[in-house]
């Protein structure tokens, strides 16, 4: 019952079998998009305690391994496209160094 969603996903690097850091990109833009969908596939976030009841926060991380690095609209006033990009905040690039010292 729910609305028309599309994410596409891209692993980019798998760690010792229990986590995986991808890089979506969606043609929709639906609330809590990228949790649903890959909780759906049997792969939910990090972090999640919404969509990911299997305690996936070994971590102790702030909130979900969820980071948009790029953002693209088209402004709802001008029209204009925009878009903007973000650092990684240092709670994921730690999460990543600590992930990969276990590899």
Same mark, same amino acid.
């Given at each position: ?27 929709? /833009?639906?609330? +809590? ?10 792969? &939910?976030?990090?972090?999640? !305690? @919404? ?20 953002? /693209?609209?088209? +402004? ?10 973000? &650092?990684?905040?240092?709670? !994921? @690039? ?10």
């Amino acid at each position: 019952s729910g609305r028309h969603a599309v994410t596409h996903y891209q692993v980019l690097e798998r760690y010792h079998g229990r986590f995986t850091h991808i890089q979506c990109r969606l043609e929709t /833009g639906r609330t +809590h998009q990228i949790r649903v969908h890959m909780a759906s596939i049997g792969h &939910p976030l990090a972090g999640d !305690f @919404l969509y990911n009841k299997n305690g996936g926060n070994p971590y102790h991380l702030p909130g979900q391994a969820l980071h948009a690095r790029v953002l /693209g609209f088209q +402004h709802p006033a001008t029209g204009k496209y925009l878009e903007v990009s973000a &650092p990684f905040p240092e709670s !994921f @690039l730690e999460l990543l160094e600590k992930l990969k010292m276990i590899k």
